[in-house]
C-alpha cells in the first residue's frame, strides 16, 4: 500500500493548535533529555518497520515452509546447501536453481562468498515478500514455463540446482527439460525430487501446477536418466553421502547427482 508524503511544516503548523502537542513542545523545551529520548525511540521504531517490510533475514526460509504445507524439497535444498558445498567446491560458485520458491535459494546463495546465482520460478508467484519481488525486478530470479526451451547459452551455469518442479512434469515434458538443465550446466546437475508416498500440499496444487505432483521411485528416475543419456556423477554423489554421514544427515527428498552433457 502506498503511502501520501507527509508536509512536515503544515504537521507543525497544526502542532501549535492542538494542546496536547503544544504541552509536550513547551515540556520538551525545558527537557532536552525527553526530546533525545523521543529522537531515540523514533528512529528504533522506523528501522524495525524497514526491516520488516523487507521481509527479515529468515522471511524465506519461513514462507518455503508455509506454501509448501507438506516435504519440502526446496527447503531440502536450503538445508543442504552446506553439504553441496563440500561436494561440488568450486562447481558452486556459478548457481541456478530451477523451481518454486526460487528467491529463497537464491537469496541464501547470493549470501555466500565468491557465489553467483540465478533462479527460474515454473510458476506463477503469489504473495512473496519485497526481497523476492526485487529479484524479480533485478532480472536475477525470472517466472518461466520450464516446459520450453531455457533462455540461457550452453553451459552458462557451473552447476543447476532442480526442486519440486520436475514432479509435476509428466515423461512427455521431462524428455524435453530434463536435456534443457544439463545443456544450460558445465558441472552438473542436481535433482531433489520426493520419494513416492510423502504428504504434499493439496490445496490449490492442481490450480498452481497444472497436475498433482507425481512422486517416482528412484528406479524409475534411474531409467529415465539412461534414456535421456544423463550419466550419474559418482564423484559428486559420493562426497554428498560422506557428507552427510558427518552429518548426521538424512535427506527427506531423492538427491540425484548428474553430470552435464559434454
Not at 508536509?7 to 520538551?28: E, M
Not at 561436494?87 to 546463495?109: E, I, N, T
Request: charged content about 25%; hydrophobic content about 35%.
Amino acid at each position: 500500500m502506498s503511502r501520501r508524503p507527509v508536509n512536515p511544516s503544515r504537521r507543525l503548523a497544526d502542532a501549535g493548535s492542538i494542546p496536547f502537542v503544544a504541552s509536550i513542545q513547551s515540556k520538551s523545551q525545558n527537557s532536552p533529555l525527553l526530546s533525545i529520548g523521543l529522537v531515540i525511540v523514533g528512529a528504533v521504531l522506523l528501522i524495525g518497520y524497514c526491516y520488516s517490510s523487507s521481509g527479515g533475514a529468515n522471511s524465506d526460509v519461513k514462507d518455503v515452509s508455509r506454501l509448501e504445507g507438506g516435504a519440502s524439497c526446496t527447503l531440502e535444498v536450503l538445508q543442504t546447501l552446506p553439504l553441496l558445498k563440500k561436494a561440488y567446491g568450486d562447481s558452486m560458485h556459478k548457481v541456478l536453481h530451477v523451481g518454486p520458491d526460487s528467491c529463497s535459494v537464491v537469496s541464501s546463495l547470493l549470501g555466500e562468498e565468491d557465489t553467483e546465482a540465478w533462479g527460474i520460478e515454473p510458476y506463477e508467484l503469489d504473495d512473496v515478500g519485497a526481497r523476492c519481488k526485487s529479484l524479480v525486478r533485478k532480472g536475477i530470479v525470472r517466472v518461466a514455463d520450464i516446459k520450453f526451451p531455457l533462455p540461457y547459452r550452453p553451459k552458462s551455469f557451473s552447476l543447476v540446482i532442480v526442486s519440486d518442479a520436475l514432479d509435476y512434469l509428466s515423461p512427455r515434458y521431462l524428455n524435453r527439460t530434463l536435456p534443457e538443465l544439463a545443456r544450460v550446466s558445465a558441472d552438473g546437475v542436481v535433482i531433489f525430487a520426493g520419494y513416492p508416498g510423502q504428504q504434499r500440499a493439496r490445496g490449490g496444487e492442481v490450480a498452481k501446477f497444472g497436475r498433482p505432483a507425481k512422486l517416482r521411485s528412484s528406479s524409475w528416475w534411474i531409467r529415465f536418466f539412461v534414456q535421456t543419456n544423463l550419466e550419474e556423477n559418482e564423484t559428486a554423489g559420493k562426497k554428498f553421502e560422506q557428507a552427510s554421514a558427518k552429518k548426521a544427515y538424512k535427506p527427506a527428498c531423492q538427491v540425484f547427482h548428474l553430470k552435464s552433457y559434454p
